[in-house]
Antibody, heavy 119, light 110 residues
Framework: LQLQESGPGLVRPSATLALTCTVSGDSIEGGPYYWGWIRQSPQRGLEWIGSTYYTERAYYNPSLKSRVSISVDTSKNHFSLKLTSVTAADTAVYYC?????????????WGHGTTVTVS | QSALSQPASVSGSPGQSITISCTGSSNDIGTYNYVSWYQQFPGKAPKLIIADVSDRPSGVSHRFSGSKSGNTASLTISGLQADDEADYYCSSYVSTNSCVFGPGTKVTVL
C-alpha cells in the first residue's frame, strides 16, 4: 500500500488549500478502513485534521471543522482535503494516511508528506 | 495546544530500558483504550509502533511495549539501541470525536 499526496506547495493567504491523496495497492471502495489527513508544523506539532470512510460522513478536528472538508472519489481511488481561508498558521507538512477500523483509530500507513506554505 | 503531555526528552545507554509517559485526562486516555505511539525520524513520516494501548503492529520489534494506568499511558523501549534515537509521539481518541497528539519526546541514546 502506498499513499501519495499532491497539490500546490504555495497557497496565498485567505485562499483554499486543496490536496489529493492517491492510493495504490489497495482499494478505498469496499472498506474496511478509514482514510484521513494529519499535518505537522514546528509551532503546532502533529495535528489530526480528520478522517472519512467511503460511505460515511467525515469526522473533523473541532478546531478546524468550520474550514475543512474531506471527500472520497472511489472512481479514481483517491481522497481529498480542502481547507478554506488559510493563514500562515496553516503552513505545515500535510500527510495523508490509512487509519484502522474507526474514524479516530491508529494511523497504520502514512504518505511521505507534502509541504504547504501559506504566503 | 496539545491536551496530552510528554517529557521533552528521555535518554538512556545502549541495552537499558526507558519509559516515556503520556498524560491526559478523563476526556481521552482515562476513558478510551485508543492510545497509539509513533516513532519519527528527521524528515520522515511517523511510523505506528503501538496501537490500542498495547498492540504491536506486524513487523514492530518486541522491544517496544505499551501500557496504561488511569490518565497516563506509557511506552517502554527495552534493550535500547542506537537506531531507537528518534522522536516519539503518543495520541489518543478524545471525547470530541477526534484525535489528539502529544508534543513528542526526543529519545537520545548515550
Amino acid at each position: 500500500l502506498q499513499l501519495q499526496e499532491s497539490g500546490p506547495g504555495l497557497v496565498r493567504p485567505s485562499a483554499t488549500l486543496a490536496l489529493t491523496c492517491t492510493v495504490s495497492g489497495d482499494s478505498i471502495e469496499g472498506g474496511p478502513y478509514y482514510w484521513g489527513w494529519i499535518r505537522q508544523s514546528p509551532q503546532r506539532g502533529l495535528e489530526w485534521i480528520g478522517s472519512t470512510y467511503y460511505t460515511e460522513r467525515a469526522y473533523y478536528n473541532p478546531s478546524l471543522k468550520s474550514r475543512v472538508s474531506i471527500s472520497v472519489d472511489t472512481s479514481k481511488n483517491h481522497f481529498s482535503l480542502k481547507l478554506t481561508s488559510v493563514t500562515a498558521a496553516d503552513t505545515a507538512v500535510y500527510y495523508c494516511a490509512r487509519l484502522g477500523l474507526t474514524y479516530a483509530s491508529s494511523i497504520y500507513v502514512w504518505g511521505h508528506g507534502t509541504t504547504v506554505t501559506v504566503s | 495546544q496539545s491536551a496530552l503531555s510528554q517529557p521533552a526528552s528521555v535518554s538512556g545507554s545502549p541495552g537499558q530500558s526507558i519509559t516515556i509517559s503520556c498524560t491526559g485526562s478523563s476526556n481521552d486516555i482515562g476513558t478510551y483504550n485508543y492510545v497509539s505511539w509513533y516513532q519519527q525520524f528527521p524528515g520522515k513520516a511517523p511510523k505506528l509502533i503501538i496501537a490500542d494501548v498495547s498492540d504491536r503492529p506486524s513487523g514492530v520489534s518486541h522491544r517496544f511495549s505499551g501500557s496504561k494506568s488511569g490518565n497516563t499511558a506509557s511506552l517502554t523501549i527495552s534493550g535500547l539501541q542506537a537506531d531507537d534515537e528518534a522522536d516519539y509521539y503518543c495520541s489518543s481518541y478524545v471525547s470530541t470525536n477526534s484525535c489528539v497528539f502529544g508534543p513528542g519526546t526526543k529519545v537520545t541514546v548515550l
